[in-house]
């Protein structure tokens, strides 16, 4: 999982570059066919026959009909956001259907593809790899729980001999809690879950980085590992305050998690060349699959029939990035536990 970290890292980092893309404004929002249906839906409710009951307002913002509590600001808020979203799926929709009759490709709408919604979903199949990712991250930890704790021998105080145990234990909890907003932020985008996943993400490369430096440079003695530790987590912290309440900066976020997980892939990969360490391969592997991710998310290419973009691949090959982790930080553990019994005796 060392390894996987820093995979995890870049993939981590290429998410957040594809979200940087969303600020920027896109050829489809910039299509007059496409502006005028969203001005007309947003006055009529209606896209061709389709219309939206949550598009119902006066001229000055309040619900036309429904009981008392369509009054309360919270939920009108909610109803004018679905107003504007619905109307801008359906008019996406709709021009795109059009384009395609005249032979045009797939363009992006708001910094994004135009996906096919199912049961409101925006986009399925990043959320399903999503959700797919979080159940391996999970069966990955449990197995490394059941490990220590059941099947290798424990110290006279119960505790294990790998050294590392709390903090992959942290790095699972991190991780799932990336995959668990992957998941909800792929579902609806609104700035509350963006901020979720962004939060995240960081989070999850910031604590993967200093992981590696503690596992590769075996620090085991409490005042080295707060040494490397405390920097890095008040940076990530400052971080991630700076993005929720001061300023989203998406390409500031994106030059920090990319030159966050660069190092951890660096330095995995360096340590991968030169230990002994028995599962090294699987170290490679993740440097390598990470790199090719990396290529995946580089060539950008729009849904195939309105469900499989690039990113949502790079949910797929993520799958076994997570999986190959877990396989490594097991042996680690077996290895290092093996290896303290030995000196021991
Ligand atoms: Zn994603």
């Known amino acids: 999982m060392n390894q996987m970290a820093p995979c995890r890292l870049i993939l981590l980092i290429i998410v957040l570059s594809f979200l940087v893309s969303s600020l920027n404004a896109s050829e489809g929002d910039a299509d007059p066919i496409y502006k005028a249906c969203l001005e007309e839906c947003e006055k009529s409710g209606c896209v061709g026959e389709k219309c939206f009951q949550h598009c119902k307002f006066s001229s000055d913002g309040k619900p036309i009909d429904g009981p008392w509590y369509l009054q309360e600001p919270l939920y009108q808020k909610w109803k004018q956001w679905d107003c504007r979203t619905d109307c801008q799926y359906h008019c996406m929709i709709t021009r795109e259907e059009q384009r395609e009759k005249l032979g045009n490709k797939p363009i992006k709408y708001h910094g994004k593809w135009p996906f096919q919604r199912v049961y409101g979903i925006q986009e399925p199949v990043a959320v399903a790899f999503s959700a797919l990712s979080l159940a391996v991250q999970f069966h990955g930890w449990l197995s490394f729980f059941i490990l220590l704790n059941y099947k290798l021998p424990l110290r006279p105080d119960k505790k294990t ?159 076994p990035l997570t999986y190959f982790c877990w396989s490594f930080v097991q042996d680690d553990a077996e290895f290092r536990t093996s290896t303290l019994l030995k000196k021991i005796k």
Request: net charge neutral; with cysteine.
């Open 161 to 319: 001999y790998y050294e590392y145990t709390c903090l992959w234990h942290i790095y699972a909890i991190l991780a799932m809690n990336f995959w668990f907003w992957s998941a909800i932020f792929h579902s609806r985008d609104v700035e509350l879950t963006e901020k979720l996943d962004y939060s995240s993400a960081v989070a999850l490369v910031g604590y993967g980085l200093i992981l590696a430096i503690l596992r590769v440079f075996n620090l085991r003695d409490e005042a080295s590992r707060v040494m490397v530790a405390a920097p890095l987590v008040a940076f990530v912290t400052t971080h991630i305050l700076y993005l929720n309440f001061y300023k989203l900066d998406y390409g500031l976020n994106m030059k920090v998690c990319m030159a966050m997980g660069v190092a951890q892939l660096l330095i995995w990969g360096i340590w991968a060349g030169i230990t002994s360490h028995p599962s090294r391969w699987k170290v490679w592997l993740f440097v390598v699959w990470g790199s090719l991710v990396v290529f995946l998310e580089i060539y950008d290419f729009p849904p195939y029939k309105g469900f499989v973009d690039a990113h949502a691949l790079w949910h797929a090959v993520s799958i």
